[in-house]
């Protein structure tokens, strides 16, 4: 069993930034996928960011590339999620997740995800 928690939530004017950390335990990851993903205002959750956890490998929602890095510490078993150049359209609860066996391949579908966050509410005013 694994156990995420997600903080760094906030508010924040356009154009600023947000650091999330998600801190794992119960379990020491190996060779799985972890990411971040969100669920706007009245829409579906979709992928943000995800990071093979032994590789370090990284890959992002167009929407977010060259705006958002997704890093882990392995040392602390957190993942970070550094949000620069925030927009309105960011405005999201923002969830980490793991996927104990994770493939490449499958690194950007939330139903792949066995373990969730309760998420953290990040909102970007205009």
């Known amino acids: 069993q694994v156990q995420l928690v997600e903080s760094g939530g906030g508010l924040v004017q356009a154009g600023g930034s947000l650091a999330l950390a998600c801190v794992a335990s119960?379990?020491?990851?190996?060779?799985?996928?972890v990411g971040w993903f969100r669920q706007p205002p009245g829409k579906g959750r979709e992928f943000v960011a995800g990071?093979?956890?032994?590789?370090?490998?990284?890959h992002y929602a167009d929407s977010v590339k060259g705006r958002f890095t997704i890093s882990r510490d392995k040392s602390k078993n957190t993942l970070y999620l550094q949000m620069n150049s925030l927009k309105p359209e960011d405005t999201a609860v923002y969830y980490c997740?793991?996927?104990?066996?994770?493939?490449?391949?499958?690194?950007?579908?939330?139903?792949?995800?066995?373990?969730w966050g309760k998420g953290t509410q990040v909102t970007v005013s205009s």
């Open positions: 997740a793991a996927d104990p066996g994770g493939i490449l391949s499958s690194m950007r579908v939330p139903e792949q995800y066995v373990y």
């Open positions: 119960g379990r020491t990851f190996t060779n799985v996928n």
């Open positions: 990071i093979r956890w032994q590789g370090g490998s990284t």
